[in-house]
């Protein structure tokens, strides 16, 4: 028996579009996408223009109700944003995928890319890819109105130093500036003695209290005044107040120390030099190069002042200067200076040539002082000191003459100078010559000492062309490997919008 085999098509059969007669597969509506897409639109509802409020002082998109958030271009943050502003249309649809579609930075204009899934007509399922066009609308956050508005605080942190010299904040500015202290202050006045910092919470506050105290050596005091209050709610509104006070000494003053303090430091004399303050007092022994490292809290238990003040340095010149080889050391003394070399000099005032008076004393500076330099110094001699560790100290035992540094030609150093700082945006009243000079001498100070350098943002400045040393006097520089380069992002030349788009 022979049996027939005939192959069998199991392919689906074709049907025509009820309304353009095109073969399609079967489909529950019996219509083809092309007029069922014409015939239902499933976005709509979803809007296609939604405009979203950006805060171009601090960069920071709305996000309702009341808060806002930091969020780059593209970012995940941002299209979550953009999606909750339509997310009641898209609760009646199916979102499949949602992406941004690149815009200018400066255009204004946020565009998303979604695709949704919606069942239409008998169970059938269309799927539609359509762009939400986002206008971005300028508009202040409430923190930076109260910036703007610049009375509204509710705290303030009075930063003091009773000294005649700036050096201390100087320095104080650089490191605030490095860290990013400065970014959550409302406003910055300088006054006489000090600097006033004005938050608008108690908590930014004390994160800069906490700050200063790890930067400088210092002692606070914090009070708080009632402002308002709701008894029905137990709500108190409160104005804090934090008085910090750094210790009154600066870098390159002679100060005096307690017979006690010296004793407990290695038995070092009394009259020492200041070589630099940082989160402690550096201190050195010019006849001995002992140092010792003073706290802020062994500086108000043992308190000293400084003898001299920056305009009683006196210049002199060097006659005769000759390297200390061998010292005899006390017992129980402390650590010697390595970057420091003790000499025996012979100086006379520069202001008395015509006379034959000279001085001797000995000093820290022997690795740096020649016959013929300069060296700036106080005449101890000739000063009215009214001190009481100094009023009981043995006459035989306080030199003539303490010598401070070498003396460079400023003018000079101020030309060759290829680099700058920056510096804090603050209300202050025009700056005097005094301040000018204060302000050169820690420019100068930041050249000498490489310790406090690295603590500071250098900055090359390409305006000063870079000379060679071949004509320099020997004054010390700093090298282009410790500066760093300024960056500058300039405005769109479209609109002055470009620069804050910019994440």
Same mark, same amino acid.
């Given at each position: 028996m022979e049996y027939m085999t005939e192959s069998v098509d199991r392919s689906p059969g074709h049907i025509l579009c009820c309304e353009c007669g095109v073969p399609i597969s079967p489909n529950p509506a019996n219509i083809c996408?092309?007029?069922?897409?014409?015939?239902v639109d499933i976005s709509q509802g979803v809007p296609k223009q939604v405009s979203i409020s950006f805060c171009k002082q601090c960069q920071r998109y709305f996000q309702p109700p009341a808060s806002w958030v930091q969020c780059a271009l593209e970012s995940r943050e941002l299209l979550a944003l953009c999606l909750k502003k339509i997310k009641a =249309?898209?609760?009646?649809? %199916? !979102? +499949? #995928?949602?992406?941004?579609?690149?815009?200018?930075?400066?255009?204004? %204009? @946020?565009?998303?890319? !979604?695709?949704?899934?919606?069942?239409?007509?008998?169970?059938a399922i269309l799927q539609q890819v359509f762009v939400v066009d986002y206008v971005v609308q300028s508009q202040m956050c409430g923190d930076c109105h109260r910036v703007e508005a610049k009375d509204f605080w509710k705290a303030v942190i009075q930063v003091r130093q009773k000294t005649l010299h700036k050096k201390t904040f100087y320095y104080l500015e650089q490191l605030i500036l490095k860290y990013g202290m400065h970014q959550n202050t409302l406003r910055i006045k300088e006054i006489h003695d000090g600097l006033d910092f004005y938050y608008s919470s108690k908590q930014h506050a004390q994160k800069m209290v906490e700050f200063l105290q790890g930067t400088v050596p210092c002692r606070y005091k914090s009070s708080q005044r009632l402002i308002s209050q709701d008894i029905h709610s137990n709500t108190y509104n409160y104005k804090s107040t934090f008085s910090v006070e750094i210790v009154p000494?600066?870098? $390159?003053? +002679?100060?005096?120390?307690?017979?006690?303090?010296?004793?407990? @430091?290695? *038995?070092? *004399?009394?009259?020492?030099?200041?070589?630099? +303050?940082?989160?402690?007092?550096?201190? &050195? $022994?010019?006849?001995t190069l002992q140092v010792a490292d003073i706290d802020g809290n062994t500086f108000w238990s043992h308190p000293f002042n400084s003898l001299c003040h920056p305009k009683q340095l006196e210049e002199f010149i060097v006659i005769e200067c000759s390297i200390v080889r061998d010292l005899k050391r006390n017992a129980g003394a402390g650590v010697i200076s390595k970057k420091h070399t003790l000499g025996e000099v012979w100086i006379q005032k520069t202001s008395e040539m015509d006379t034959d008076k000279q001085y001797f004393c000995r000093t820290h500076l022997g690795h740096l002082l020649n016959p013929g330099d300069l060296v700036l110094g106080f005449d101890l001699a000739n000063c009215n000191l009214n001190d009481e560790h100094v009023n009981k100290m043995k006459s035989d035992r306080v030199p003539d003459v303490v010598l401070i540094k070498k003396s460079y030609d400023r003018t000079k150093r101020q030309r060759r100078r290829n680099w700058k700082l920056k510096e804090l945006a603050r209300d202050r009243e025009d700056m005097d010559t005094d301040d000018e000079r204060q302000y050169q001498d820690f420019l100068?100070? @930041?050249?000498?000492d490489e310790t406090? %350098?690295?603590?500071?943002? &250098?900055?090359? #400045?390409?305006?000063?062309? +870079?000379?060679? #040393?071949?004509?320099?006097?020997?004054? =010390?520089? &700093?090298? @282009?490997?410790?500066? !760093?380069? #300024?960056? %500058?992002?300039?405005?769109?030349?479209?609109?002055?919008?470009?620069a804050s788009m910019m994440s």
């Open positions: 996408v092309a007029c069922l897409r014409s015939k =249309p898209l609760s009646k649809v %199916r !979102l +499949v #995928d949602a992406g941004f579609v690149w815009t200018e930075p400066h255009s204004k %204009r @946020l565009k998303v890319k !979604l695709t949704i899934q919606k069942e239409v007509m008998n169970g000494i600066c870098k $390159d003053n +002679v100060v005096c120390l307690s017979p006690k303090l010296a004793q407990s @430091l290695g *038995n070092m *004399n009394q009259i020492c030099i200041c070589i630099r +303050v940082t989160s402690a007092i550096h201190l &050195i $022994d010019p006849n100068e100070d @930041l050249e000498e406090i %350098r690295k603590n500071v943002n &250098i900055y090359r #400045d390409s305006t000063v062309p +870079v000379e060679s #040393d071949t004509d320099d006097e020997g004054a =010390p520089r &700093i090298s @282009l490997a410790e500066m !760093l380069e #300024d960056l %500058r992002i300039s405005q769109d030349a479209t609109g002055e919008e470009g």
